[in-house]
């Protein structure tokens, strides 16, 4: 059983910075594909990005390109979601979801998920 747990959520104004913590539990990073959804209200969740255990690389929706990025702790097990430059559409609950299937993919396909960390973006 994988178990994931989101922190670092918080009120940050716009172009501010928030690193996103998701602290992984039952198999190492190496043996998970992981991805970070989003969810504002009334919307879809949404794929922002994902990392493959298979061979480190990871991906990004358009909309965070260059902006956010992953870092690996391989040491704590844990990921990091490193948001620059945040604007208010970026403002929903944050989701880090994993799958043993080692090399990630943009879809809600994930078979365990955390409980998610609020990010809002005052403009």
């Known amino acids: 059983q994988v178990q994931l747990v989101e922190s670092g959520g918080g009120l940050v104004q716009s172009g501010g910075s928030l690193r996103l913590s998701c602290a992984v539990s039952?198999?190492?990073?190496?043996?998970?594909?992981i991805g970070w959804f989003r969810q504002s209200p009334g919307k879809d969740r949404e794929w922002v990005s994902c990392?493959?255990?298979?061979?480190?690389?990871?991906y990004y929706a358009d909309s965070v390109t260059d902006r956010f990025a992953i870092a690996r702790d391989n040491a704590n097990n844990a990921l990091y979601l490193e948001m620059h430059n945040l604007k208010p559409e970026d403002s929903a609950v944050y989701y880090c979801?994993?799958?043993?299937?080692?090399?990630?993919?943009?879809?809600?396909?994930?078979?365990?998920w955390g409980q998610g960390t609020q990010v809002t973006v005052s403009s």
């Open positions: 979801a994993a799958d043993p299937f080692r090399t990630c993919y943009a879809n809600l396909a994930y078979d365990y």
């Open positions: 039952g198999r190492t990073l190496d043996y998970l594909a």
């Open positions: 990392t493959s255990g298979s061979d480190g690389r990871s």
